[in-house]
């Protein structure tokens, strides 16, 4: 889809025109060239109050420059925020997707809602953000889109223009994310997503591969046990932005990177065993965030490590009651193989702290079950040593629309992951709060560096359609982490 900013342009009867209401009752259009009557009569004679993403579409008269009409509800003034204006570009897309309509012309009379520049540029963002699809593998394409384009009209294209490249490197972002954690798991594997990530050397990232040998010598025994049932080789990816001052610690954010969780030998029921396909959401939001970064010339140090594992059963898989050696040196009792996420996160986490000495540490996973029983499809858990970190990363995911809620941790649950004859194993006791005994695991495997860890399994794939991303994968922690970086640490 084409986008442009523009003070004015020629219009068409494949065009649609999108024009904004405030709850309040004004309509927010600044066309003068059309004569808007009719959609006033509209408003008055149907139910369309105007109220937040509520849509009226209309056919518009055979003398109208345009096709089509549609109004979308901008909800009360004073509460426009730019992710309301995300939304909107967001809605005008799923309504007109299916559609005739080849092009979406959007006059919100965006100069009067607040920095023109921004307004705009917030609107294409959004409209960007859902105009995304996973269809490569229909051979029949029953919905072709037919947008081919959208123009905002501003009186301030430049601004918007410039402010729109970097929102647009974040949907790009999200876009990569989107599609690796939709791709199947016989398509998408440990190796085939170290090729995506060094694809992304061209953007001028760091991309280093570490393979079985590699990890074998770093004495990762964690992360190997829970690959060493597949054909397919586990991986480490390590990639790196370092655009800011030589002297500045870099920002450190983990993924774990299952590309299909059978479970193992501890093997999952097979209803809903497909839905295992998206356990890499962790490491594809590193992946989508990494790409943000550079595609938007981020002026900071970032080091993103992805830990790539297939969970399969078989002859040579992990079996419970297996104890691995950690990278760190601490002893694990497997006690449960479906517990793998943290595994490949106790090798990544320690290979990232040791390594990079980063000043502070996120790690993203679809880590537990028990975290969709808490939080639903509404927030991501959030489980963090370090009160100011948390409020940090609560703020960006308010910024965004991606909410965070803190979950409690502390001693008495550490102690439910002690083992009889190792360090530790890998599951709690089963009365409760797993998603906390989780987070107490990967918490052994960080020293003195704040930290947080986002389990994401709540949110990372939505059955049914998100305002800004539609059904399916989210990118759930792209847009948060690169509010989060550009706010704090650029
Ligand atoms: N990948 C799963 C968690 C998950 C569940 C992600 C649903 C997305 C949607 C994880 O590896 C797992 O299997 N966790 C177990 C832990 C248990 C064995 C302690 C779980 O949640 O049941
Ligand atoms: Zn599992
Ligand atoms: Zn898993």
Redesign the pocket.
Known sequence: MKIAFSPGVGLDQQDCLVLGMFEEGDLAASTTSINLEFVKHAIKTTAFKGKKLETLSLVAPSEMKVGQVLVVGLGKSEKVTAQTLQEVGAKAVSCLQKSQVKRIIVDLHVDSLGKSGEVAASIAAGAQLRNWKFDIYKTQKKDPSCLEGLMVFTQHSHDAGKVFANLSAVSEGVALTRHVVSEPPNVLYPETMALKALELKNLGLKVEVLGEKDMEKLGMGALLGVGQGSIRESKLIVLQWLNGPKDQAPVAIVGKG?TF?S?GI?I?PSNGME??K??MAGSGVVLGLMKALAMRQAKVNVVGIMGMAE?MPSGSAQRPADVVTSMSGQTIEVV?T????RLVLADALWYAQDRFKPQVMVNLA?????I?VALGEEYAGLFSNNDELSERLTKAGQTVQEPLWRLPMGEAYDRDIDSEIADMK???S?RGA?ST??AQFLQRFVNNVPWAHLDI??V??QKKAHSLTGKGATAFGVRLLNEFIERNYE
């Not at 479906?338 to 996420?341: I, K, V």
């Not at 679809?366 to 028990?370: I, M, S, V």
């Open positions: 299952v969780d479970g501890s999952k839905d295992m998206y356990d969970n449960n479906d517990a793998e996420g679809t880590l537990t079950g028990a969709r890998n599951v709690g089963g797993g005994t989780a399994a709540s990372a794939w």
